[in-house]
Structure formats: C-alpha cells, structure tokens
C-alpha cells in the first residue's frame, strides 16, 4: 500500500554581509555537508513550541508555583497512547495540562524525528489526553508510547542544489548570499 506523504519542508536563509573569519566558518560548516549529500537537523526559530504552553507563568511538576520553593518541570513531555501508521494525520496524546488549550493552528510539534502542523487548534481533555490533526502526514509509523516533541522540533534537511553549498568573498566581507534547504524523507 502506498502512503502519500504530501507536503515538504523547505528553507530558504538569506545571510547579510559577514566578516570573512565567520564566513570560513559558515563555508566550512557548507563543506562538510558536502552539498546535498550529508543531512542536517533544523527547526523554526519563530515557533520554537506551542503557542499555549509556552507563554505565561509556568507550574512546577507538583502544581504549585515559585512563591512556596518547591518542585520544577522542563514542561510537558506527551507520549502517544495510539500507534499511527505512516501517513497518518491523526495523533493521539497523553501528558498535557488537563482541560486545557494545548495547541493553536499551526503549531509545530515534532514526531520519530519530523516535523508536523497542526491543523486546527486543541484543548486537552479532563485526563491531559487529545488528538490532534497534523500536516505533512507521518513519514514513518509511530508507536503506542513514542515521544512527541513541543520544543524546538526539528527536520532533517539537505541543501537543495549543490550550488547553495557556495558562498561569494571579497576581501574582507563575505558578501550576502542565500541557500535552500529540502526535507530529507526516507
């Protein structure tokens, strides 16, 4: 059976001008990447979680805030509670706040390693479960208990063309220059 896997991801990076020690370090970063051969992982620096659960004053892990010293928590850490084949647009999630909006249209959330859209916004249920609608559809099968990461989810990528590996030099300035990055499906 064939999946659609849909949509890519892809980034486009405009650089300015840099002096030329970072632009060795930026060409020598582009070199080991050897064009489009070798992946690197990257994420959205403008939605680095979920809109709803990163803002505000944040509970510790046994509800209570600074005021009284106790406890402390990294933030949510949901898990999947029903497996999802490849494709899939639908996750099922345990591990959030109860009764709570947990994600707004268009937040990013990361599973077995790609990054996925919500479709539409979610308020977790009395038990801190939801599903929710994602888009590109799953690139792999998901199982009962994998992790789905809120922040900074990333996307394994490769330059589009072996020409986004070149950056242009004067003298001293590197001078501005542009790459493109494409998903890297399996």
Known sequence: KAASLGQLWIARLKFPPRVLSAVHDMQGFLNALEGPVNPVRMFDHLRLSPVPLS???????????????????????????????????????????????????????????????????????????????????LRAGAAIGDPVTLYRPTVPMRLATDVDAAISRSYSWGSPFEMAFVEDIP
């Open 55 to 137: 803002g505000g004053v944040s509970a510790f892990s046994d509800g209570t805030y600074f005021s009284d010293g106790t406890g402390w928590t990294d933030g949510y850490s949901p898990l999947l509670i029903a497996a999802a084949a490849q494709g899939s647009n639908v996750l099922v999630m345990e591990g959030l706040p109860a009764s709570t909006e947990c994600f707004r249209r268009g937040d990013l959330i990361g599973v077995g390693g790609y990054l996925h859209e919500l479709k539409f916004g979610v308020t977790a249920n009395a038990s801190g479960e939801a599903a929710v609608t994602v888009q590109p559809g």
